[in-house]
């Protein structure tokens, strides 16, 4: 189980990518065809054809991390696959992870910061 802070950004590639790719390809790939860059804390997920397998790539302050993630009989549950990319929540991404619909995971309200009458 991989946790992510409340903020985080989570950046899912719907297009299937070629799964030989290291960290560093993934990450070319993600400032050239996703226009996000891989060194700002952004969390890159991407997937291969077969809908079993994603590889995670962020970057941690020091060194870019893989993280790769092979369902055993399963499938991960993907968007239509177009060009770009779909924006998840931590909670969302954590479904993902986990092998579970994420689409059907909602995120807790936001509760709005009370203000002082004037």
Known sequence: MITLPSGARVLLASQPVDFRKGAHALAALAAEVLSADPFSGVVLVFRAK??????????????LVLI???LEGGAFRWPPVVDGAVRL?????A????????????????????????
């Open 50 to 63: 077969r809908a079993d397998r994603i590889k995670i790539v962020l970057w941690d302050g020091s060194g």
């Open 68 to 70: 790769a993630k092979q």
């Open 89 to 93: 929540t931590p909670v969302e991404f």
């Open 95 to 118: 479904a993902l992870f986990d092998g579970i619909d994420w689409t059907r995971v909602q995120s807790a309200k936001r509760i709005p910061t009370p203000s002082v009458p004037a």
